[in-house]
């Protein structure tokens, strides 16, 4: 980094104290315990086809090969035990199991912090809930992701938005309407209102020079000399 010094100036001062306060807030804003793990909650997957199982994780530090550890499990529910079918050791290692064989892979790409995997060949029974763990120090607290995924025999009709759009716009356009209805008459009130306040002012100001022109033409008459 070239940084130019000016001696009269010393314009170099507000960069460095810039740099300072840009550290700390980067420190305060990433504490010993600031992992998040991304996860769909709920997959629902179309039996014999094959999904992505997504697993993504944000942290403050940079991966270290040699500390960072993953794991994948799955557990039919939320009461048996969890069996282990992916594991990270100096990289990503998959583990042959009954249940899935050789279906499973991982997809991801560590330099991006993403942990996910495919799973091939759907079947009724690969339906459960999977869990993906992540530690990546010196985040002191593991990271956990939980996937429930239901297996289907058939994926549900989209949903037709062209009639939720047509109501929608329907609706928006008729309060619309009846906001620039108000505005309107609440105008046109103000202004015969204004118009009316007018006339009201006009008429008492012909009327006050009606009364002073009969006061001066009154005031003529008293002091007119008499005939003699």
Not at 40 to 69: E, P, W
Not at 152 to 158: C, K, S
Request: overall charge neutral; hydrophobic content about 40%.
């Amino acid at each position: 980094m070239h940084f130019t010094l000016q001696k009269r100036n010393k314009t170099w001062m507000p960069a460095i104290n810039l740099c300072i306060v840009g550290l700390m807030v980067y420190i305060m804003a990433c504490p010993a315990s600031s992992m998040d793990v991304l996860v769909h909650n709920q997959i629902d997957v179309l039996n014999g086809t094959m999904v992505r199982i997504q697993c993504i994780f944000t942290s403050c530090y940079k991966m270290d090969v040699n500390k960072f550890a993953m794991n994948w499990t799955y557990q039919e529910n939320t009461n048996k035990t969890e069996e282990m079918f992916m594991t990270y050791k100096k990289g990503m290692m998959p583990l042959r199991t009954d249940r899935f064989s050789d279906r499973v892979q991982f997809v991801g790409n560590l330099e991006k912090n993403d942990l996910s995997i495919t799973l091939s060949d759907v079947q009724l029974s690969d339906k459960g809930i999977y869990n993906c763990y992540v530690r990546n120090p010196p985040d002191r607290i593991q990271g956990h992701g939980i996937i429930n995924m239901f297996v289907v025999t058939e994926l549900p009709p989209p949903r037709d938005s062209t009639i939720a759009v047509a109501i929608g716009a329907s609706v928006g356009g008729a309060l619309a309407l009846l906001i620039l209805s108000m505005v309107v008459v609440k105008c046109i009130r103000r202004h015969k209102k204004q118009e009316l306040i007018s006339d009201e002012q006009k008429m008492e100001e012909e009327g006050k020079l009606d009364a002073e022109g009969g006061t001066e033409e009154g005031t003529k008459k008293a002091f007119l000399p008499e005939d003699v």
